[in-house]
C-alpha cells in the first residue's frame, strides 16, 4: 500500500524559511514522479514542483527562485525547502505520485493527506 | 497560462440524480485532463485521467468525457458517498493548471 506522509509545517514569519518532508512507503521515491501541491484555505489546488526520476525539477512560476525541490533515496523522502516565505504561500501542502504519459506532463494519482503552512507575522 | 473554468461552481442534487460538471479549457488541451474529488479535510482523490480513463478502484458511476476545450465529469447515479468537491487538472502545459472546483451539495 502507498502512503505518503507530509511533516514539517506551522506557523512562520513572513521572510522565513521551511522545509516540508513527504515520507513515502509502498513505491521508491527514486524511481518515481514525485510532485507539490498547495491549497490555500478554501481555495482550488496549484501545483507547487515535480522531481523527475532523471533529476529533472520544475516550479511553478509564483515559487521560481523561492522552492527547492529534493529528494533523499536512502530515506525515501521528497523535500521541499521554502525559502522568503510570503503571506500568500500560507497553504495545505500536499506530495502526490505523479504520472507521466508521453507527450505531457503529470497527474497525480496518489497523496498524502497534507501538512499546514501558516505564514503570519 | 492555460485558464480552466468549471461550471456550475455549485450543484444541488439528491440522491439517485444523474449530475454533470463542465470543465473549459482556455485553449487546447487534447485529452490531458484528470478530475479530482476531494472531501473536507482530506487530500484530493483521482477519479479521471486522460479525459475518460477511470482509475483504479474508482465506482464506475464516474465517468468523463471531452477533447480540446470542453470536458464533462458525469456521475450516472449520486450516491452520499458523492457530496464533494470536484476539480479538473489540465496537464498539457507547464503551468498545469486546475479549475476552481465544483461543490456537490444535498438538495
Known amino acids: 500500500e502507498v502512503q505518503l506522509v507530509e511533516s514539517g509545517g506551522g506557523l512562520i514569519q513572513p521572510g522565513g524559511s521551511l522545509r516540508l518532508s513527504c515520507a513515502a512507503s509502498g513505491l521508491a521515491v527514486s524511481s518515481n514522479y514525485m510532485s507539490w501541491v498547495r491549497q490555500a484555505p478554501g481555495k482550488a489546488l496549484e501545483w507547487v514542483s515535480v522531481?523527475?526520476?532523471?533529476?529533472?525539477?520544475y516550479y511553478a512560476d509564483s515559487v521560481k527562485g523561492r522552492f527547492t525541490i529534493s529528494r533523499d533515496n536512502a530515506k525515501n523522502t521528497l523535500y521541499l525547502q521554502i525559502n522568503r516565505l510570503r503571506v500568500e504561500d500560507t497553504a495545505v501542502y500536499y506530495c502526490?505520485?505523479?504520472?507521466?504519459?508521453?507527450?505531457?506532463?503529470?497527474?497525480?494519482?496518489?497523496w498524502g493527506q497534507g501538512t499546514l503552512v501558516t505564514v503570519s507575522s | 497560462d492555460i485558464q480552466m473554468t468549471q461550471s456550475p461552481s455549485t450543484l444541488s442534487a439528491s440522491i439517485g440524480d444523474r449530475v454533470s460538471i463542465t470543465c473549459r479549457a482556455s485553449q487546447g488541451i487534447d485529452t490531458w485532463l484528470a478530475w479530482y474529488q476531494q472531501k473536507p479535510g482530506k487530500a484530493p482523490k483521482l477519479l479521471i485521467y486522460k479525459a475518460s480513463n477511470l482509475q483504479s478502484g474508482v465506482p464506475s458511476r464516474f465517468s468523463g468525457r471531452g477533447s480540446g476545450t470542453e470536458f464533462t465529469l458525469t456521475i450516472s447515479s449520486l450516491q452520499p458517498d458523492d457530496y464533494a468537491i470536484y476539480y479538473c487538472h489540465q496537464y498539457s502545459t507547464y503551468s498545469r493548471t486546475f479549475g476552481p472546483g465544483t461543490k456537490v451539495e444535498v438538495k
Open positions: 502526490a505520485r505523479s504520472v507521466v504519459s508521453y507527450g505531457s506532463n503529470e497527474y497525480f494519482d496518489y
Open positions: 522531481f523527475y526520476v532523471g533529476g529533472d525539477t
